[in-house]
């Protein structure tokens, strides 16, 4: 299956990404131990922003990630398409690209959609996300781009 390229949203709609995910990483809940804060926010085919912060569970197991929130907080008001997800934390040491589980819902998503979502790295030092396609981030998806039907069972 091929994606359709997205193109970078303009300045304006950039703005709005970088407000809402900066309010999304101050509205998460961080493990104590851990502390650092993550927040996403998903700009939906229609033009919407949606936006979730992490949920961290003492078990792990239990934890919701930033970017699973706001893909649910957008399928959850009817808009579940997106064109591009922002990501950002509050810890300056590091640039918060998608875990691999997270990756793998993005491109569930972009198979939707059939848009190469651009996923937006929002670093605290920087002004500018660095902005990537979930193609070059994910590029084996499972089951493969080709379809999901082939591969219904492990």
Known sequence: MKLTEVAIP???TMDRLAKNVRQAVKESVPLELRGARYGACVLSTRGKIYRGGNMFSSTQSLSVHAEQAALIHAASHGDPLVRAIAIASDDPTTEPFPCGSCRQIIFENARHSKLDILVLCYQPRRGRPSVHKIS?????PWPGRESARNHATH
């Open 10 to 12: 303009d300045n304006k």
């Open 136 to 140: 070059e981030l994910y590029p084996l």
